[in-house]
């Protein structure tokens, strides 16, 4: 809880001066003060795109000049101006924590807050007496959970404490678990409008609580932990702090870094948790490998009918302590898919999660190569691995949230990927050992049904045809939002049979939305193969082997699902 004071109120000692120049803000410089990232493409029931943050969180801002010196604020309810600086978002004046020429820490107002700021402006303004910065553009997220840490860096040991069965609390740390079946307290900032919440400025109620509007969900180790909170809300006594009390499950991984998120309509960045049965010193379990080669022709077209087309191979060998092989999706004909969400928000360097070297890893298939497959930063919405499925309805992709990681890629000439027998084969390196791995890709399809730049009525049956496939493959069918991706969100998916030709999408109970949310999506189209024919091989260096799958996707740009 120290450090999350000193991050909350920037103890900062000394006096600094700055030029009397207009206050900049930095690009990318309105951040959650827990994570010190924002969320971009939020969640919501309205396509958004950009930074957005959530009312009551306590955010920071960084740039220069944006202060004339170092002062935190002394009194309660939080001053509206320090050392003569002042914080507008979309024109209500922001209670403000610390301020310093390069950093403020404030509060996001409530929808309720009506004080007058310094800028009618849309977005964040600072003040001074040189002037105002220009806008900075921010949109409100339901929520925009950062967990604190003990560091104040955002990426590393939760701000967790344990709760031991007497009501005694001590932090989380290696030295001091938490067992599996315990409770603990996690303290972020970012959940969005509680019940009861105070006015902005002033510290939650602790008689009665400022309880959460939205309901979170842990997750451990990128999976989920109980489906529903002991508690969440405005910590008592703080202002802008979140809490959030919890039952470990009896399951959880342990270890000494087991990552740890909050979920909600968005994820948080993942900070980390010492877990051990019986509490005390932590270790961590042995690390497992596993490899994963994916195939894929993706073809986009647009709404005024542009078609570009990508073909890639991509080769992830992945680490990392306690790791358990992917489960295999089971598709069911008419059946749906679950609800998907692609990470996007900022991710963490997590100890003990690494990519393995395989040496050189070279490609070939009918037409080109071989050629090698260079490596390249794994990028954060890159949904490589298995899913994590928790809560029924929706699936989180692990390996997004964790920095630092990489995969080989090669890019291949424009139909290259095509029904045949394609090869990878790897030299062999530091930590896996020489393999080769053929697949035999199935045909593609070709969508026959008018999509791109279309109308959809959301609430009547909707029935897309295709030509092609081959009839071991399965064809899924799903909205994404926002459109032109990277997706955060993807609705359920519909799922048919390639050798089907067709899919009748019906929502006979005129409940919207039948794909998600309603507006303009792109409109995705997969082809992949029967999980049960996917080819696996191993290498030394894989404890958990690896497979090798295709897909062909075909996104349908500007499609409108309305009433």
Do not use: H
Request: with cysteine.
């Amino acid at each position: 809880m120290v450090a999350l004071k000193r991050a909350l109120v920037g103890l900062l000692a000394g006096t600094i001066t700055a030029w009397p120049q207009k206050p900049a803000i930095s690009p990318g410089g309105v951040v959650n003060a827990a994570s010190f990232t924002a969320v971009t493409n939020p969640a919501t029931t309205t396509a958004l795109s950009g930074p957005a943050l959530a009312p009551g969180s306590i955010a920071s801002i960084f740039g220069m000049n944006l202060a004339t010196s170092r002062q935190t604020a002394a009194t309660v309810p939080l001053p509206r101006q320090l050392a003569g600086t002042s914080v507008s978002v979309d024109g209500i004046a922001a209670p403000l924590f610390y301020v310093s020429p390069t950093q403020i820490n404030f509060q996001i107002p409530s929808p309720l807050d009506t004080t007058p700021g310094i800028s009618t402006a849309p977005g964040v303004v600072v003040g001074t007496a040189a002037g105002l910065s220009d806008p900075y553009a921010l949109q409100s997220a339901a929520d925009a959970n950062g967990v604190f840490t003990r560091n104040g860096s955002g990426c590393s040991q939760a701000d967790v404490l344990n709760v031991d069965a007497d009501g005694s609390v001590s932090p989380n740390s290696p030295a001091n678990s938490a067992s599996p079946g315990d409770f603990i307290s996690i303290y972020g900032t970012g959940a969005g409008i509680a019940f009861n919440a105070p006015p902005d400025g002033v510290p939650a109620p602790s008689q009665p609580l400022a309880t959460a509007s939205t309901v979170p969900v842990p997750l451990y180790d990128f999976a989920a932990g109980s489906s529903s909170p002991y508690w969440a809300g405005r910590a008592p006594g703080l202002i802008g702090v979140d809490q959030f009390n919890f039952v470990l499950p009896s399951t959880v991984r342990e270890g000494c870094a087991v990552p740890l998120q909050i979920l909600a309509e968005n994820i948080s960045q993942p900070a980390t948790i010492s877990i051990a049965r019986g509490g005390g010193p932590c270790v961590d379990p042995p690390q497992a490998g596993f490899g994963q080669i994916i195939w894929e022709e993706t073809v986009t077209t647009s709404a005024t009918s542009m078609v570009t087309e990508s073909d890639t191979v991509t080769g992830s060998f992945q680490a990392s302590p306690g790791r358990k092989p992917p489960v295999p999706p089971v598709y069911t004909k008419g059946g749906q898919t679950p609800i998907a969400r692609i990470y996007v928000g900022g991710a963490c360097p997590v100890p003990g999660y690494r990519s393995l070297g395989a040496g050189t890893l070279t490609v070939k298939g009918p037409g080109f190569g071989p050629a090698d497959a260079p490596v390249v930063p794994l990028q954060s919405y890159t949904e490589l691995d298995s899913p994590a499925v928790f809560n029924g309805p929706v699936t989180v992709y692990p390996t997004a949230q964790v920095s630092g990681l990489t995969v080989y890629q090669a890019v291949l000439p424009s139909g290259a990927i095509n029904a045949g027998s394609f090869t990878v084969a790897a030299s062999g390196g530091a930590d896996v050992g020489a393999f080769q791995s053929t697949v035999q890709i199935g045909s593609p399809i070709k969508v026959t049904t008018p999509l791109a730049g279309s109308v959809i009525q959301a609430g009547a049956p909707f029935t897309l045809t295709w030509t092609g496939g081959d009839p071991n493959s399965w064809v899924i069918v799903t909205a994404a939002d926002p459109p032109g991706g990277p997706y955060m969100y993807y609705a359920n998916g519909f799922v048919a049979r390639a050798s089907d030709g067709s899919l009748t999408i019906d929502n006979p109970t005129g409940l919207p939305p039948t794909f998600g949310a309603l507006g303009l999506v792109d409109m995705v189209v997969q082809v992949i193969p029967d999980p049960s024919k996917v080819p696996v091989f191993s290498a030394p260096g894989l404890s958990l082997g690896g497979q090798s799958l295709w897909r062909y996707t075909y996104i349908f740009q500007g499609v409108t699902l309305q009433d």
